[in-house]
């Protein structure tokens, strides 16, 4: 990852409050994007975020009053007051066919070597991970869809292993998913993707006991990779989602170093709670600011409201290693 984005001194930020005693917590601002943000759409969650040119840009997933989501393109001087365009992303492709997009939602944007990648789950006869690249954030790309359906949470390393692009995801099925593991796959070119690998499995507890799927592009440390990622628990009402991390494998990023045993914050507050969906807390991307040991993480909540929460990396690195339970 380049300096800039692992050194985003005017990332949004807000100390802990005191008493709080858990690693993450919440912006008191919070919701950052309330209801019906644009004409279009009811709700913007589930979004990514990335420092640009000393502000910040935003792929969004926008829910519309038809019900089907697509993606709009943001920008924001302080990654918190946001001007969210009217109108979709207009994609450019040089390929001929294949790109139907029925619906698209949960984007990610990653940025390996000198060009900006989105991801996103495609609608594409089911659902299925779809991929665009961007330099300026005015043309974006389509590239080939990186799955067969269905899958969901694809979600880019900043750089590659082996010279390859590399890719958590999660193989999925046609609904809502009542199942779920997180696999890295291998691309030399962003389009043909192998070498798949199991990374995580749903279980161990009751939190992630339903399905898990990786968040936030990961974030490199110094012995690994830290990876948030979103745990489902089934109840008798529903699926509840609350935020995850693990490190990973520096060099070989399939392989699990750590992997925190508890769900480090999960839906408490009312704009979680209370939505088209209740009880998600759906972490997609993060800031970081290394050189004052902070990170933001935007989670959508309750698929209604774009929201933030903030921690101390060392702080986090040490709960995920002291709290660890790999099985
Ligand atoms: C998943 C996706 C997410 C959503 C979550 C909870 O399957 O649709 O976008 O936040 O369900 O409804």
Redesign the pocket.
């Known amino acids: 990852m380049s300096d800039d984005l692992r050194n985003v001194t005017n990332m949004p930020w807000e100390e802990k409050p005191a008493g709080w005693h858990r690693p993450l917590w919440r912006f008191s601002g919070n919701p950052v994007i309330g209801r019906n943000p644009i004409k279009k759409a009811y709700g913007i969650?589930?979004s990514a975020v990335i420092a640009f040119e000393g502000g910040f840009v935003g792929v969004f997933?926008a829910d519309y009053h038809a019900g089907n989501p697509r993606l709009h393109f943001g920008r924001s001087p302080d990654g918190i007051n946001w001007n969210i365009d009217e109108e979709p992303i207009e994609f450019v492709t040089q390929l001929q066919d294949g790109l139907e997009s029925e619906y698209a939602?949960?984007p990610r944007i990653c940025k390996v070597e000198d060009t900006y990648y989105i991801t996103w789950?495609n609608g594409y006869h089911g659902p299925t991970i779809g991929v665009a690249s961007t330099k300026d954030f005015k043309t974006f790309e389509r590239l080939e869809n990186a799955f067969l359906p269905y899958n969901?949470n694809g979600v880019l390393f900043p750089e590659k292993f082996n010279g390859n692009f590399a890719m958590l995801s999660r193989p999925?099925d046609t609904g809502?998913?009542p199942f779920g593991d997180i696999f890295y796959s291998e691309s030399p070119d962003m389009e043909f993707w192998g070498r798949h690998r199991h990374v995580m499995s749903k279980g161990i507890n009751w939190w992630q006991g339903t399905k898990i799927g990786a968040g936030p592009v990961p974030i490199k440390l110094e012995d690994g990779w830290l990876m948030f990622y979103h745990g489902v628990m089934s109840t008798c009402n529903g699926?509840i989602?609350r935020v995850g991390a693990a490190i990973l494998d520096l060099e070989k990023p399939w392989i699990v170093k750590y992997r925190c045993r508890d769900a480090l914050i999960g839906p408490e507050e009312p704009y979680e709670t209370t939505g088209y969906?209740p009880n998600?807390l759906?972490p997609v991307c993060a800031l970081t600011d290394f050189s004052n040991d902070r990170v933001a993480v935007y989670c959508?909540a309750a698929?209604t409201f774009t929201t933030l929460v903030f921690g101390h990396i060392s702080e986090l690195v040490a709960y995920i290693k002291e709290n660890s339970q790999l099985s």
Do not use: I, L
């Open positions: 969650y589930n997933r939602y949960d789950c969901r999925s809502h998913t699926f989602y969906v998600v759906f959508g698929d």
